[in-house]
């Protein structure tokens, strides 16, 4: 399984982000560390999970997703839950 990063920008005032989060709280094991930054464990690609996010989205929405499997990573202020969900999952 591979740990998966997905950032995106929702362009649209009053964009509907619960149908959004809803789609990615359906992966395996979640974690959303800051506002749109979400990681996710999935036998997926990084090319099929932004294919899968990008129905939930306007056309003229950005989403960035890439691979950050190999557990090295670095972060500030995160909380206890984040933390823990990284060094256990990534």
Not at 25 to 35: D, F, G, T, V
Not at 44 to 71: E, G, H, M, P, W
Request: with cysteine.
């Amino acid at each position: 399984m591979s740990t998966i990063l997905v950032s995106y920008d929702l362009n649209k005032p009053g964009k509907d982000y619960p149908k959004l989060w809803e789609h990615l709280r359906s992966y395996n094991a979640y974690a959303k560390p800051l506002e749109s930054v979400w990681l996710v464990k999935t036998n997926l690609t990084a090319l099929q999970v932004c294919d899968a996010a990008k129905k939930y989205v306007d056309q003229n929405d950005k989403i960035f997703t890439i691979d950050v499997t190999s557990r090295n990573a670095a972060w500030i202020n995160l909380s206890k839950e984040n933390s823990d969900w990284i060094k256990e999952y990534l």
